[in-house]
């Protein structure tokens, strides 16, 4: 098991930046995929972005790309969102998990922060 809490979150303009942390506990960090993902109110749970254990390979959401990167730091056991040209529309609680699979699909991850609030206004 790991415990994972996120931070940066806030409120922002549209076109505006962010950059959510993710800080991991346990020396097992290295091990796990990690995933962020989003809700907004009355929706489900989305995928966002996720990275490779080893850090080498990353996927994102389709709303994601090009304005969005994931990146991870072992030697901090952190896991980095960062968000720019932010958009109404990406308004969720945002949440990292932690999983043994390199997969997009929310059910396979088996360790979640607790979320942070991102509003961005226009």
């Known amino acids: 098991q790991v415990q994972l809490v996120e931070s940066g979150g806030g409120l922002v303009q549209a076109g505006g930046s962010l950059t959510l942390s993710c800080a991991a506990s346990?020396?097992?960090?290295?091990?796990?995929?990690m995933g962020w993902f989003r809700q907004a109110p009355g929706k489900e749970r989305e995928f966002v972005a996720v990275?490779?254990?080893?850090?080498?390979?990353?996927s994102y959401a389709d709303s994601a790309k090009g304005r969005f990167t994931i990146s991870r730091d072992s030697a901090k056991n952190t896991v980095y969102l960062q968000m720019n040209s932010l958009k109404p529309e990406d308004t969720a609680v945002y949440y990292c998990?932690?999983?043994?699979?390199?997969?997009?699909?929310?059910?396979?991850?088996?360790?979640w922060g607790q979320g942070t609030q991102v509003t961005v206004s226009s």
């Open positions: 998990a932690a999983g043994p699979l390199y997969t997009t699909h929310a059910g396979q991850y088996s360790n």
């Open positions: 990275i490779r254990r080893a850090g080498g390979s990353t």
């Open positions: 346990g020396r097992t960090f290295a091990s796990y995929t």
